[in-house]
């Protein structure tokens, strides 16, 4: 092969028999999914980028589309009022560039010379990915089986650097391949017919449209020698299938490859793609991607993943195929978070994609870079400064009302530097870049001029495009903590002190504790937040009202910035006031928080808070295995995960795969790194009882640790894999414990290239369950029942105006017996229609016949929630936005020693009347149980506005 080094795969024989595929993710042929499924962000797609293009596989083994941005940066509007132009932003959304972006829906199909005709993929195909990045679709007839597969390659490790992030990024170009071994038991003769839509796509912003309805026609197609060269002002592809026969006029080509394969014979077809912006760009793409062989550029890129996300192996004891799995998601989150970055050719970053593609094409969206890039950084540490760099010149807004628009955003800069200085150790980069070191700075004194008059806390607007909800909010404030950690520790790398900012460091705590903290129904815990009197204006919510936001991804994270422990009881107790009735937007169907304290979308991110604040590891697992049910087929976590048929909604979830990912790194498998002192702690926190780890990279330092929780001791053995000396602490649980318990510590001096043995003997723990749903039914069942409806905000069916919504029950109990054949009767006004809904299922379009119906629940234990679900179809003259239907209040009171107050059912219509209530009646075992009657009040669009307001805003 024309590669140095060790090859790996000397051929794609032995690729598919040696290389990696998960058994848990993988997909069947689905022809549905851009017919259902209309945005681009939304399909079932497996991508795969190099930093410089991204490309998505389908399960119909099609080249669906691939992309790569422009290199002009232009700003878009962050808030105001929609003026109908060609495209607009949000109050999250700053920076984006145009893509270059071809759907094309490239597919291979078999022409034999007897008239068959066998498409590369059939509906037996399977997709999935292979080696971890690839996505590959096999299928097979009796004739010929087939594997189908496209990858954008990184670059060889020994070629010339232009980048200052090299190998990355690779070339913008993609190879599009199938490997077909012929089965027949003769010679086959025919045709590989290469056949794709010539449609381009430079701007989308139109979540829930149709992705087709705004792809453009090239201006131009023609030939080139063997190129098929497609223009538009702002895309060009360059499509060659290698060998090929092509014919015809080139906006309606043919291209084929004749063939002939003798029995058993495997041959390999591939087709190029190179993408660029504009036409002169394409050649320099080409020339990098003819140096070498399919299977060639396949062991530079597997070598290259390889060498950057090691082999692991995760254990969970009572159940070994959760661990397993554990891992592959682990690696999934990694990758699906590093093709959300799109850099130029010379390593600049270009942009951060919310989910990869995202709805909102090449669209910077301010809460996720950070957590999306630290992701990345443990295995590509590189993109580091790149961000750091994109981010100074593009952390505020164009224009804003207010100053601290986003504390998120902006203080991202300074987040993500620290954490690139503790991966790396590199002191140097702040030393020699007085241009980053002064730019953080700044970043610094901006925080500064947001800071409290009196408290060590800082202010802001919004998260990302919704509001904080308090002016001092918790999650913010923890951010910023990290923040001044960063800013110290970076001060001391380049010789320096900044004792106002650590003074400051050693003062949030206490402001923090002392403002955002009370007691609660679970003891003491986190509020949320505070607007310390500052809110006269009604821009945040009532001071009263305790929250926790379904976007929050900071919260979660404040033990491992060095707040406070996991054991801390006003964390322990937020986290238990999230998985209770007492808070506004948790949803028992969907087992996680909504976004906003009156409801609104199923948060994925609600998903991976609920594991990381998880006290013991019962909580540990059953969070795990909500969090696996929300994955979809190919491993990836969606923002809006509504319902086991409906993973896939808006796009996946890079800030809360990447939050997550800094839980499994430091949190799961207790790995945390001090790269400036050469000293690594391992401090495992519960939900894993063992691991190996095999050329696990932290940053630009790597290990091979192994860790087993046994009965009466845990075990570690550490390789230090590195150049340099490292000092390695252990910190220790007792076993069976998770966040609870008493901690062993040790320290030991691991020198280069050595391997470490250190054994603790450990006592047993025995956890101490919380009762959640004890603790509800004690403050507020009547008769010893809870069965009310939940929620504020009442979901909506779809977006835009409709007069379809959900209305949802919760039942709840604490009889010694489980009840069975539980059922719910529901009774609308007349002229409405209900439908019931099954669990967790979605219903695309429900089906009415009557006012009167039964959702049949089945059972519901002793200490668990039950939900009976409805459609509610009102009449047309009722039908309106997703926020037009809402219950008068939270059905539940905030705290144990709070009253069930009156609530009633609320609809924006054209005037204010009175109606029929909406009747429920529970029943268990056809004995009647529970009664419900729900007002309802049809209300004037004014009158509607000063309800919502009030409940938004307070008095």
Not at 192 to 212: A, I, N, P, T
Not at 721 to 747: I, Y
């Amino acid at each position: 092969m024309h590669l140095r080094g060790n090859i790996a795969y000397h051929s794609w024989e032995e690729f598919w028999s040696q290389a990696y595929t998960s058994p848990f993710f993988k997909a069947a042929y689905d022809d549905t999914s851009e017919k259902t499924d209309w945005s681009l962000s939304e399909r079932q797609l497996f991508t795969q980028s190099n930093g410089r293009i991204l490309l998505g596989q389908d399960t119909m083994g099609r080249l669906h589309f691939a992309c790569t941005p422009h290199e002009r940066i232009y700003a878009v509007p962050s808030g105001g009022e929609d003026i109908g132009g060609q495209f607009k932003g949000h109050i999250g959304q700053y920076y984006q560039n145009d893509t270059a972006l071809l759907l094309g829906k490239l597919q291979y199909e078999f022409e034999l010379e007897n008239g068959l005709l066998l498409p590369a993929a059939n509906r037996e195909a399977i997709t999935e990915y292979t080696d971890y990045f690839l996505p590959t679709t096999t299928s097979g007839y009796p004739e010929m089986e087939m594997k189908i597969f496209s990858f954008a390659p990184v670059l060889e490790p020994e070629a010339l650097s232009q980048s200052r992030i090299h190998p990355l990024p690779g070339p913008a170009a993609v190879l599009f391949c199938v490997e077909a071994v012929n089965m027949a038991g003769c010679t086959l003769r025919g045709r590989l017919r290469l056949s794709f839509d010539q449609k381009f796509v430079s701007q989308f912003e139109h979540y829930g449209k149709r992705f087709e309805d705004y792809a453009q026609n090239p201006y131009r197609a023609e030939w080139d020698q063997k190129l098929l060269v497609l223009w538009h002002p702002q895309v060009c592809a360059a499509i060659q299938l290698l060998d090929a026969v092509t014919e015809g006029e080139a906006a309606n080509p043919r291209i084929y490859v004749p063939f002939e394969m003798k029995a058993g014979e495997r041959r390999l077809f591939t087709t190029i793609i190179a993408l660029a912006p504009h036409r002169e760009e394409i050649h320099e793409n080409l020339g990098i991607v003819y140096q070498h062989t399919p299977l060639e550029w396949m062991n530079v890129t597997s070598a290259f993943w390889k060498s950057r996300l090691g082999r692991i192996e995760s254990g969970i004891r009572e159940n070994e195929e959760l661990g397993h799995k554990y891992s592959d998601m682990h690696i999934r989150f990694i990758l699906d978070n590093f093709n959300c970055l799109s850099f130029n050719g010379r390593g600049q970053l270009l942009t951060n994609w919310q989910g990869a593609p995202s709805h909102s094409l090449s669209r910077l969206w301010g809460i996720d870079i950070e957590p999306d890039v630290v992701s990345v950084m443990y295995a590509v540490p590189e993109v580091g400064p790149c961000a750091v760099e994109y981010l100074l010149e593009r952390n505020r807004p164009r224009f804003s009302l207010y100053s601290d628009h986003s504390m998120f955003f902006f203080i991202s800069p300074l987040l993500i530097a620290g954490k690139y200085l503790e991966l790396t150790g590199d002191s140097a980069y702040f030393q020699n870049r007085m241009d980053v070191l002064s730019g953080l700075e700044a970043v610094y004194r901006g925080m500064l001029a947001h800071k409290h008059k009196e408290r060590a806390l800082f202010s802001s607007h919004y998260a990302s495009d919704l509001i904080v909800f308090k002016k001092y909010d918790y999650g913010a404030n923890v951010q910023c903590y990290y923040a001044l950690k960063s800013w110290c520790a970076i001060q001391k790398a380049v010789g320096k002190q900044d004792e106002e900012a650590q003074e400051l460091l050693m003062r949030m705590p206490a402001d923090m504790a002392e403002c955002m903290e009370a007691d609660g129904t679970f003891g003491r815990q986190i509020t949320g937040g505070n607007n310390l009197e500052e809110n006269k204006d009604r821009f945040y919510i009532p001071e009263e009202l305790w929250y926790y936001g379904g976007e929050d991804t900071a919260t979660v994270l404040a033990p491992l910035y060095g707040l406070y422990e996991f054991d801390y009881g006003p964390y322990v107790n937020l986290h238990r006031f999230a998985r209770s009735l007492f808070i506004t937007n948790y949803d028992p169907e969907y087992q996680t928080l909504r976004e906003l304290h009156f409801g609104m979308n199923p948060s994925a991110t609600g998903c991976t808070l609920r594991l990381g604040g998880s006290y013991t590891r019962r909580e540990m697992l059953h969070a795990l295995e909500i969090l696996f049910e929300r994955l979809d087929e190919t491993g990836s976590l969606f923002w809006w995960p509504r319902a086991y048929n409906k993973k896939r909604c808006l796009t996946r979830c890079s800030q809360g795969q990447g939050a997550w990912i800094q839980q499994s790194v430091e949190q799961w498998y207790g790995l945390r790194m001090d790269g400036t002192n050469r000293m690594l702690t391992i401090k495992p926190q519960g939900l894993l009882t063992s691991y190996k780890l095999t050329g696990m990279r932290l940053g630009v330092f790597c290990f091979d640790i192994t860790y087993e929780e046994q009965e009466a001791q845990t075990v570690f053995i550490v390789k230090n894999c590195n150049k340099v000396d490292f000092t390695v602490k252990f910190v220790v649980r007792q076993s069976g414990a998770a966040a609870e318990g008493k901690l062993q510590r040790g320290c030991i001096l691991v020198p280069a290239g050595r391997t470490i043995r250190k054994q603790f003997y450990t006592e047993a723990f025995v956890p101490e369950e919380s009762g959640i749903v004890q603790t509800e039914c004690a403050a507020f069942a009547e008769q010893g029942i809870i069965f009310r409806p939940y929620g504020i905000v009442m979901p909506k069916l779809s977006a835009g105006k409709c007069s379809i919504f959900l209305l949802r029950f919760v039942i709840a109990h604490m009889e010694t017996e489980e009840w069975e054949k539980v059922s719910v009767e529901l009774e609308v006004p007349k002229g409405w229609l209900a439908k019931e809904k099954q669990y967790y299922i979605w219903d695309y379009q429900p089906v009415f016949t009557e006012g009167k119906t039964v959702c049949e629940i089945g059972s519901v234990k002793p200490g668990t929630h039950g939900v009976a679900g409805f459609y509610i179809s009102l009449p047309d003259t009722l039908a309106g936005d997703e926020k037009s239907v809402m219950l008068s209040a939270h059905p539940f009171p905030q705290t144990a020693d709070g009253s069930l107050g009156d609530i009633e059912l609320y609809i924006e219509g054209e005037c204010t009347e009175c109606t029929e209530p909406v009747t429920a009646i529970l029943r268990v075992n056809g004995v009647i149980r529970g009664q419900c009657v729900l007002p309802v009040r049809i209300l004037d669009k004014e009158e509607y506005g000063r309800k919502f307001d009030r409940m938004y805003h307070g008095v």
